[in-house]
């Protein structure tokens, strides 16, 4: 027995009953929508996305820097996280970010709060690699310890990381590209931390990390519920 039927067969037996009395969806097929239109259909379904500030460094010595919202982070041990950038324009143009990190395999991620949002989204801007980012934003490089990208002074928290992996997802354009980095030193401000003493616990209030919504739209962290894991059995 193949198809829903099978499926339905199969549900029925594990134990979970498939509810045929659903209501109606609207399904969107990608292989037939423009990538733009699924773009903002996944940027607004993917809700509320963590905004890795990556700074790197060109070799010829050019500071960069750009927030990505595709990111996360994807170990514990080693300490990993992941981001990733589409590319840009009709020609698929890697972005300078991907192409800093190709020639030197460092960088850094640092976490933006609410303060320094403005200056945040100047340096999205499509600038050539000739200018500095940090010079149109006016935030403050400061001299990272293990990698040769800067941190970003006004980030209460900056990941000092090295490169283990690229994995190209697809070069078409707005196909995208995961960088998956190691984070060799963590930054933290003490007036982020519940207890100055325990480097381990960050205090949201104080940290006030933005997330990314659809389009122009941001939100804040300063609105939370907790809900305590279940023991098994229930
Ligand atoms: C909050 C925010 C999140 C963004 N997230 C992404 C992203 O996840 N991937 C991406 O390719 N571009 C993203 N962008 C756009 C890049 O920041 C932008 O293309 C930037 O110019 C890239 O800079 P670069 O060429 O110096 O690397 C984002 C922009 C903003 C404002």
Redesign the pocket.
């Known amino acids: 027995m193949g198809g829903l039927l099978g499926q339905l067969a199969g549900a029925a037996t594990s134990g979970c009953e498939i509810v045929t009395e659903v209501r109606s969806s609207r399904v969107v097929d990608p292989s037939g929508a423009a990538p733009t239109d699924i773009y903002k259909l996944m940027v607004g379904a993917i809700v509320p ?1 963590p ?2 500030f ?1 700074s ?1 460094q060109a070799e010829d010595g050019i500071l ?8 996360t982070a994807c170990s514990a041990n080693p300490p990993c996280i992941l ?6 324009g009709a020609n698929a143009r ?7 990190i190709r020639a030197t395999g460092e960088f850094v991620v640092n976490i ?1 709060s609410e303060e320094f949002a403005v200056q ?2 100047i ?5 050539p ?1 000739s200018v500095s ?1 940090f010079e149109i934003s006016g935030l403050t490089p400061i001299p990272s310890e293990r990698v040769r990208p800067p941190r970003v002074a006004e980030s209460h928290i900056q990941m000092e990381c090295r490169l283990r992996e690229i994995v190209t997802v697809s070069d078409s354009p707005m196909g ?1 590209f995961v960088v998956i980095g190691e984070i060799v030193l963590f930054h933290l401000d003490p007036a982020v931390l519940v207890d100055p003493d325990d480097p381990f616990k960050i205090d949201p209030d104080r940290l006030r990390a933005i997330g ?1 919504m659809g389009g122009p739209t ?1 939100c804040r962290t300063v609105d939370r519920f907790d809900l305590q894991r279940p023991a098994w059995p229930l």
């Open positions: 996305r905004i890795a990556v790197t960069n820097l750009a927030p990505f919202s595709y990111f981001f990733s950038t589409t590319s840009r890697p972005k300078d970010t991907l192409k800093n933006v945040m989204n340096t999205s801007a499509d600038c690699p980012e995208g990314r941001y």
